[in-house]
């Protein structure tokens, strides 16, 4: 079935990278995306990357993606105090009428 | 920029009480979306709308229903609050259904049932 995992928590200090993992289930899916949730705030849209690539990269995030593994991460350079939030992998099946399939989320919390 | 506008950040209602919340979009999208997020499970498909007057069910319908008029606007409607409702709620909306349009999101509206 849809199945997006991700671990719950993640704790670095800041200037350090972060790396955010995801296994998603749904090989049919073309598009996979990070969304960002600051305390009291809807999610706001990071990145996504089309699964006929590898990687992609903006500023300082990096999207990678293993299609054969299904497993998707998000590499944050330079972890700032603001960075702190949480972050959710979602997937976009094949057939599902525009729903994504989330994860429940991985709290990022950033050390000074 | 795209635009959800969720009417309300806070609502506190009674046991029994009919609740609204509205969800209007600027960007003429057709998809529109109601979750609920609750700590440990992420968030959860409440309905979906894919056009004016149509309405999905998604994973947890049970205790609400929908309405779809307009096509920018998108209510939640709980017909008898019960405390296991409270819970935020975010709408969503969506151009299309390519997987190259990202959902855009509310600021959500935290809703206690007391």
């Given at each position: 079935?849809?199945?997006?995992?991700?671990?719950?928590?993640?704790?670095v200090r800041e200037g350090d990278s972060s790396v955010i993992n995801c296994t998603y289930t749904d090989s049919s899916s073309t598009y996979l995306y990070w969304y960002?949730?600051?305390?009291?705030?809807?999610?706001?849209?990071?990145?996504?990357?089309?699964?006929?690539?590898?990687?992609?990269?903006?500023?300082?995030?990096?999207?990678?993606?293993?299609?054969?593994?299904?497993?998707?991460?998000?590499?944050?350079?330079?972890?700032?105090?603001?960075?702190?939030?949480?972050?959710?992998?979602?997937?976009?099946?094949?057939?599902?009428?525009?729903?994504?399939?989330?994860?429940?989320?991985?709290?990022?919390?950033?050390?000074? | 920029?795209?635009?959800?506008?969720?009417?309300?950040?806070?609502?506190?209602?009674?046991?029994?009480?009919?609740?609204?919340?509205?969800?209007?979009?600027?960007?003429?999208?057709?998809?529109?979306?109601?979750?609920?997020?609750?700590?440990?499970?992420?968030?959860?498909?409440?309905?979906?709308?894919?056009?004016?007057?149509?309405?999905?069910?998604?994973?947890?319908?049970?205790?609400?229903?929908?309405?779809?008029?307009?096509?920018?606007?998108?209510?939640?409607?709980?017909?008898?609050?019960?405390?296991?409702?409270?819970?935020?709620?975010?709408?969503?909306?969506?151009?299309?259904?390519?997987?190259?349009?990202?959902?855009?999101?509310?600021?959500?509206?935290?809703?206690?049932?007391?």
């Open positions: 079935g849809e199945d997006v995992e991700q671990s719950l928590f993640l704790s960002k949730q600051e305390p009291g705030a809807g999610l706001q849209l990071l990145t996504y990357i089309f699964s006929n690539m590898d990687m992609k990269q903006d500023q300082r995030l990096t999207v990678l993606l293993n299609k054969k593994d299904k497993h998707l991460s998000l590499r944050i350079a330079d972890t700032q105090t603001g960075d702190s939030a949480i972050y959710f992998c979602a997937e976009s099946p094949w057939g599902s009428q525009g729903n994504l399939i989330f994860g429940k989320g991985t709290k990022l919390s950033v050390k000074p | 920029d795209v635009k959800v506008t969720q009417s309300s950040r806070y609502l506190v209602k009674r046991t029994g009480e009919k609740v609204f919340l509205e969800c209007v979009q600027d960007m003429d999208h057709e998809n529109m979306f109601w979750y609920r997020q609750d700590p440990g499970l992420g968030l959860r498909l409440i309905y979906f709308s894919y056009d004016v007057k149509m309405k999905e069910k998604g994973d947890i319908p049970e205790g609400y229903s929908v309405s779809r008029e307009k096509k920018e606007r998108f209510s939640l409607i709980l017909e008898s609050a019960s405390t296991n409702q409270t819970s935020m709620y975010l709408c969503a909306s969506r151009f299309g259904q390519g997987g190259n349009s990202p959902l855009h999101f509310g600021n959500g509206t935290r809703l206690t049932v007391t």
